[in-house]
């Protein structure tokens, strides 16, 4: 019932945080992991079918000499869903734990 949007050409995203989406009788549910963004760095917007979750994580830098490995990405990120009809953004409810962010968006009935 939903499809995520490949590409947003005003955005530059610099890593994607992974996403499980499930769907039960009444909704869809989001969970995004994201470990080290604050909230204040992060945003939920809903226009028309399409919801976006848009980010930065900032790390320390790795470009010292004593850095042996550096795999964790930083930056902008930005994900977005489509769904079939329109979102009502009054109903949507998110919930940040441990680093997970869970957004849950209520089915429209009818």
Same mark, same amino acid.
């Given at each position: 019932?939903?499809?995520e949007l490949i590409h947003r050409p005003w955005s530059?995203? !610099?890593w994607n945080p992974p996403v499980d989406v499930r769907e039960d009788p009444e909704a869809f549910v989001l969970e995004m992991d994201l470990p080290g963004v604050k909230?204040?760095?992060l945003q939920v917007v809903v226009e028309g079918r399409t919801l976006?979750?848009?980010g930065r994580r900032q790390l320390a830098q790795c470009n010292s000499a004593t850095t042996?490995? !550096?795999?964790?990405?930083?930056?902008r990120f930005?994900?977005?869903f489509e769904f079939e009809g329109n979102?009502?953004?009054d109903k949507i409810e998110s919930?940040?734990?441990?680093?997970?962010?869970?957004v849950t968006i209520p089915k429209t009935k009818g």
């Open positions: 019932m939903f499809e530059t995203a !610099c909230a204040e760095d976006s979750i848009e042996h490995l !550096c795999e964790r990405p930083d930056g930005s994900r977005a979102i009502d953004n919930r940040w734990q441990d680093g997970v962010l869970t």
